[in-house]
């Protein structure tokens, strides 16, 4: 129980809100890092899953190798980037090992949802006289929307847990709340910061429930009555 009241001693204390290595700087630093390496994943996940899912060819090569990606740790991929003349560039090793860990999920359902969109439906989009292009975007895309949200979201709330891998390479971000915690030997520090991470990620994943809610049906994959 001092352990809890401790932390919430250290959570609720003003001074620990502001300056440079307050909550509040190291949360807009975690969101930054989170919101950048997502918009890079997406820029080059979804593309290729949409142009192999609208193709059928070579998709499930790509998802096979692109799920290896998660065999192998963020941390040790971390570790090697900081080894080679990438580690020199500040927060470049931290931003590749994530985006690394968070193309499998993106790539994998969007090209998943691709995949199973409905045959005839496709048929009859040609039957109609659409170009490839007009498939993809008009019929397809959206057919598959509902599932590539899905990847989106798994990876961003992954990317808010793993994010925290920032601060071993001298990055930003509440893991840097973590290893502070550490190197003063202070449990309620430590605890608070995961703490911190874990509502992050869940006010993530709510944000993406809501969303989905107050969503047209057509983007929930339901059909209008």
């Not at 996940?45 to 790509?62: C, D, E, F």
């Not at 691709?114 to 045959?119: A, H, K, L, N, S």
């Not at 006289?129 to 397809?140: A, D, K, W």
């Not at 608070?192 to 107050?214: H, K, N, P, Y």
Request: glycine share 12%.
């Amino acid at each position: 129980m001092n352990t809890l009241s401790d932390t919430w001693s250290w959570l609720t204390s003003s001074a620990h809100w502001t300056g440079d290595n307050g909550i509040r700087h190291r949360f807009e630093q975690h969101l930054v890092l989170t919101v950048v390496c997502l918009l890079i994943s997406c820029l080059i996940a979804l593309p290729a899953a949409l142009v192999l899912g609208h193709l059928g060819k070579g998709g499930a090569l790509a998802v096979n190798i692109s799920n290896i990606g998660r065999a192998v740790p963020t941390f040790a991929v971390l570790v090697l980037l900081l080894l080679t003349p990438i580690g020199r560039y500040g927060e470049g090793p931290t931003v590749i090992a994530l985006v690394l860990f968070a193309v499998p999920p993106l790539l994998t359902n969007a090209y998943v949802g691709m995949r199973e969109v409905d045959r005839d439906v496709v048929r009859a989009a040609r039957g109609m006289g659409m170009t490839g292009r007009q498939l993809l975007l008009r019929v397809e895309v959206p057919l598959a929307l509902p599932l590539i949200l899905t990847g989106v979201r798994i990876a961003a709330v992954q990317l808010v847990a793993t994010a925290t891998l920032a601060a071993l390479a001298g990055g930003g971000g509440l893991g840097r709340i973590i290893t502070a915690g550490f190197n003063l030997a202070s449990t309620p520090q430590v605890v608070a910061g995961a703490i911190l991470v874990a509502v992050f990620a869940l006010i993530v994943e709510g944000s993406f429930e809501l969303g989905q809610r107050l969503a047209p049906d057509w983007v929930r994959g339901e059909e209008s009555r």
